[in-house]
């Protein structure tokens, strides 16, 4: 265990659904990010929220939608994705400080399957 | 698995053999760098990670070696274990709070 919990860990839906990816971090960080990992592309950013506030959207379609509520749980709200979209999505969280850099802890990931 | 579309390098060792796994970087002003160990349906889990400042670093049965000169990075580990079956990442991260680059991966597989 890593200290960050994804739910749901698979999840299949349609093209005209809407669906929700949730992340917990248990670890006191004060960062979280959103990647995507499919079977065709390396490890890609999509967002990154430092201090509750997105510092990085990797020009991601406007289909995935992030939300940060607190420094401890973070959102992916999805919305007529395509097929294409269909891959492992991971979240992840540092404890990053001025010129501290230091490493990501992930979740387990949520597979997700776009009809 | 979510690498197989990917042709990942592969490297296949006999249990008890060390393993070398190699990444090339390519942003000069990197200047901290990571390992990263996943397994089949698991998340990226850290493994070491290395400053600019120092050429190596050892953890358990782990040694990272840093040489900038020729902007390369590479995990030993000693007396492989099928456990150590995984896709193992480099990533990379410039100075300040910029993210982290990750490198394609390699698959190591571990012959028992």
Same mark, same amino acid.
């Given at each position: ?8 860990? @698979? ?12 992340? +917990?971090?248990?670890?006191? @960080?004060?960062?979280? *990010? ?14 990154? *929220?430092?201090?509750? +506030? ?22 992916? @709200?999805? @919305? ?8 492992? *999505? ?26 | 698995? %979510?690498?197989?579309? !990917? ?15 190699? =990444? ?14 996943? %397994? ?25 070696? !840093? ?5 390369? !990075? ?15 990442? =480099? ?16 698959? !190591?597989?571990?012959?028992?």
């Amino acid at each position: 265990e890593t200290g960050v919990t994804q739910t749901p860990r @698979h999840l299949v839906m349609g093209m005209t659904n809407k669906k929700s990816l949730k992340c +917990e971090q248990h670890l006191g @960080h004060n960062a979280m *990010y959103w990647y995507k990992q499919s079977a065709k592309k390396p490890l890609e950013l999509m967002f990154v *929220y430092s201090l509750e +506030e997105r510092v990085e959207n990797n020009s991601v379609p406007s289909r995935f939608s992030p939300e940060c509520p607190n420094s401890s749980h973070l959102f992916l @709200h999805l @919305h007529t994705l395509q097929p294409e979209d269909s891959a492992l *999505y991971l979240c992840a969280s540092s404890q990053d400080g001025a010129n501290r850099p230091s490493e990501q802890f992930f979740g387990p990931g949520t597979r997700l399957t776009v009809l | 698995g %979510e690498n197989v579309g !990917l042709h990942l390098p592969t490297l296949s060792v006999q249990e008890g053999d060390n393993s070398i796994i190699n =990444c090339a970087y390519s942003n000069s002003a990197s200047d901290y760098f990571i390992w990263y160990k996943q %397994e089949s349906g698991k998340g990226p889990q850290f493994i070491i990670d290395i400053r600019s400042n120092m050429d190596k670093r050892q953890g358990q049965r782990v040694t990272v070696l !840093l040489n900038k000169t020729v902007k390369h !990075l590479s995990l030993q580990i000693a007396a492989t274990q099928p456990g150590d079956s995984a896709v193992y990442f =480099c990533a990379e991260r410039g100075r300040g709070n910029t993210p982290l680059v990750f490198g394609k991966g390699t698959r !190591l597989s571990v012959i028992a």
